[in-house]
């Protein structure tokens, strides 16, 4: 009994223990945090007091200098190894903490280069600090040499896009327009171009633009290297944008072809053009106007087809649109040839007979002839079936002539050259007497008083009856 009341005695002694302990830290809770915070502070104070040494790595880019030692033996270089370096700082945390990549400097002296073109990298602060500081880089640039070459280059700008619709890109300025370009002897010896590159997409009116020079080689890819320099680093460029015009090309043909020849037509693509100007330069143009002298031409000659550069007949400041530099002529001669045509007396009429009278033909054969010359595609389409001839009968009356055959709607690219002349008896209406015997008679169909009026004749119809009006019989 005496031992429970012990056991009992304990637990509740244990009890009062702990909750005096629970009171404690919940009745002393800020006291508690007060506490931890001085404690931190008072740490700091001692670290910062203290100020131990600290390590810091920076990652750099590798500046060369001394580079007229090279120049001054004609070498250039390219860097192969060591265009960056890693450089450990060390030093009292208070510097340390406060230094940038900015402020840590990383050098090669290439007059300083080894047998194997490789030298230390040295590093550097570009800034006084509070205390000293122990910098650290164990690597090394290495380099290629080469003899140095240079030479002079044109400028060609290249034009993209497409200017505002109406307008056309013009004439493209660099300056300067020359450039000399200098570096390894390997790389130098490739350039063909240099090259600068001009936006004109939308463009309304011209413009400048400074633009960095590349340099390609004759394959058109670009030539790298990291020794090449111009002698201008900027090329500033000056776009002109025209406005556009349509105008229409007229061949002019000038001479004669060769004899026996005659000049047909002329084919034209594309029929009209667009050029660009300004404005008031369009405004005095209407059409290009393309001369082409066929002098002694004939259907073998190898001109009769040629390529004309529209540039060449257009006024200074106006430029032909891109795709309408040129034009395509070709000239069409035809050989002249000279026919006969025998035809049957049978198919000649008689034109302007004067009222009341009729009209026959005295002849011995039936037949006529006629000589025809011109171009040999129509000439070799006249036949006796389709062509129209007759005599002449305007202002003649009753008696027997003789007269000239000759071509109603003769094609004004031919001539009659030489016609028959026939025996034409005319008479009144019904008083015709039969011709002596052994003399034949045709005769001709019976014409209507209003003849068909005589165009394209090549015999005129007075001469027709110049010579022959004096009747040879009564």
Not at 49 to 66: C, G
Not at 164 to 170: E, I, M, N, Q, V
Not at 205 to 226: I, Q, R, T
Request: glycine share 6%.
């Amino acid at each position: 009994m005496k031992k429970e009341n012990e056991n009992t005695s304990s637990r509740e002694t244990k009890t009062q223990a702990d909750s005096s302990i629970h009171k404690f830290f919940l009745n002393n809770a800020a006291i508690k945090i007060t506490s931890v915070v001085i404690a931190i502070i008072v740490w700091a104070v001692i670290i910062n007091i203290d100020d131990p040494y600290k390590t810091r790595s920076f990652t750099v880019e590798v500046e060369t200098i001394n580079e007229s030692v090279l120049n001054s033996v004609n070498k250039v270089y390219e860097i192969i190894e060591g265009s960056t370096a890693t450089v450990k700082v060390k030093g009292k945390k208070s510097v340390v903490d406060k230094l940038g990549v900015s402020d840590i400097r990383a050098t090669a002296d290439l007059a300083s280069l080894s047998t194997v073109n490789a030298v230390t990298i040295q590093p550097s602060l570009r800034k006084i600090v509070a205390s000293d500081v122990i910098l650290e880089c164990g690597q090394v640039l290495r380099v290629s040499l080469e003899n140095r070459e240079s030479k002079q280059v044109k400028v060609n700008v290249i034009a993209s896009g497409e200017p505002a619709d109406g307008y056309t890109l013009g004439e493209c300025t660099a300056k300067p327009n020359m450039v000399e370009v200098a570096g390894g002897e390997s790389a130098v010896s490739q350039i063909a171009s240099v090259r600068v590159f001009l936006n004109v997409n939308g463009a309304t009116e011209g413009f400048a633009k400074k633009l960095v020079p590349v340099a390609y080689d004759g394959d058109g890819n670009k030539v790298e290297s990291a020794t090449l320099s111009f002698s201008n680093s900027i090329i500033r460029v000056y776009a002109q944008i025209l406005e556009d015009k349509e105008i229409p090309v007229k061949v002019k043909i000038t001479g004669k072809p060769a004899s026996g020849y005659e000049y047909v037509s002329t084919d034209c693509l594309p029929e009209k053009v667009e050029i660009a100007g300004t404005s008031r330069r369009l405004s005095r143009i209407s059409s290009v106007v393309i001369p082409v002298d066929i002098s002694g031409m004939t259907t073998a000659s190898s001109k009769l087809e040629q390529d004309i550069y529209i540039s060449d007949y257009l006024p200074n400041g106006i430029t032909p649109v891109a795709g309408f530099e040129n034009v395509s002529i070709r000239i069409t001669l035809e050989q002249v040839i000279k026919k006969n045509i025998d035809i049957s007396t049978d198919s000649i009429w008689f034109s302007s007979l004067a009222d009341g009278l009729k009209a026959s033909i005295i002849s011995d054969t039936g037949r006529a002839g006629l000589l025809v010359s011109g171009r040999a595609s129509i000439v070799n389409s006249i036949n006796s079936t389709n062509i129209n001839a007759y005599v002449n009968c305007k202002g003649l009356d009753e008696g027997i002539y003789t007269l000239p055959v000759i071509i109603k709607d003769l094609d004004e690219s031919c001539s009659l050259i030489e016609s028959s002349k026939i025996k034409v008896r005319i008479y009144k209406e019904g008083q015709y007497t039969m011709p002596p015997e052994g003399e034949n008679v045709t005769s001709a169909p019976l014409q209507e008083t209003a003849a068909p009026e005589i165009t394209n004749t090549p015999v005129p119809e007075d001469e027709g009856t110049e010579d022959t009006q004096t009747p040879e019989g009564g």
